[in-house]
């Protein structure tokens, strides 16, 4: 069944044929450790009270590299009676299980706008880190975004061997760096990987807004209606209370995890009059 469905996924996303391969005797060879990962990954999830066609769809991961890019800015402390940094905690705990999941412990990284500190998965209980992080400094996402991941995953990488998915998690509008600067990142990203051979969108991008920050969200829609960026990411309200925002969990999970590398969960689009929130089942079947 992970096999079969697997398959399926490369065969339908020409980013991944480019990686994979495009045949069945290619794809015995290429796909079989995320195949034995994705049968643990399922009945793991199963036996966590995730249905079976969710953990299957969540099998994906097992096909990408993770890197997570987390803004530590003073706003996350001093705003909002500091709700923001409860929020993230919560946040980075179930999706960092997940990404365990897919790929091992070891396989997805975590870095933060304001310190050049690496945290792999398993370095420790992430809740007591996050408590310890001193927060502070400014919101620059386009220039750590390519200093902490995007050169050492893939500019400076001339062997990608897997896509690359990179979650931004962020609560405010960007600060200390030119206003087209992320925008430009992400071009330049997208032309080196279309010169290495592995596609434009070899590596994606998910924005999760974490908080009520007005610049934030308009920062939001003007990354979701760019008529360029759109085919390299994905943008999604997360809200402010922790609970509140997984409170459906196996429903707002896969948006958040999947929504820039998936299109059957890629969620609609943003509008000024509401964001769409990960949790708001009523929202998703407009």
């Not at 960092?96 to 370095?123: C, Y």
């Not at 925002?245 to 999970?253: I, R, T, Y």
Request: proline share 3%.
């Amino acid at each position: 069944m992970i096999s079969e469905g697997l398959k399926n996924l490369v065969e339908r996303q020409e980013v991944l044929r480019k990686i994979y391969g495009d045949t069945e005797e290619k794809w015995e060879k290429s796909l079989e450790d995320s195949i034995l990962r994705g049968e643990e990954m399922v009945r793991a999830l199963v036996g966590m009270n995730c249905g079976v066609e969710v953990a299957i769809e969540l099998t994906l991961l097992t096909l990408y590299d993770v890197a997570i890019l987390i803004d530590d800015s003073s706003t996350m402390i001093l705003e909002e009676d500091g709700q923001r940094k409860d929020t993230l905690i919560g946040l980075i705990k179930e999706i960092s299980e997940i990404f365990s999941m897919a790929n091992g412990p070891d396989a997805h990284t975590m870095h933060f706008l304001n310190t050049r500190q690496v945290k792999k998965g398993t370095d420790e209980n992430w809740g007591d880190y996050l408590d310890r992080h001193k927060f502070g400094g400014v919101t620059r996402i386009g220039t750590e975004l390519k200093k902490q991941i995007l050169d050492e995953f893939v500019i400076q990488n001339s062997n990608q061997s897997k896509p690359l998915l990179v979650l931004i998690l962020t609560d405010g509008a960007i600060e200390g760096e030119r206003k087209n600067h992320l925008k430009e990142v992400i071009e330049g990203c997208a032309d080196v990987c279309e010169r290495a051979g592995n596609g434009r969108t070899a590596v994606s991008f998910q924005f999760s807004r974490i908080g009520n920050d007005p610049d934030a969200h308009k920062l939001f829609l003007e990354l979701d209606d760019d008529p360029v960026l759109g085919e390299f990411i994905d943008v999604l309200d997360i809200g402010l209370d922790p609970k509140n925002a997984l409170e459906d969990k196996w429903f707002a999970v896969p948006k958040i995890l999947l929504g820039a590398i998936s299109p059957r969960v890629r969620p609609p689009h943003l509008n000024s009059r509401a964001p769409r929130f990960a949790n708001n089942r009523q929202q998703w079947d407009e």
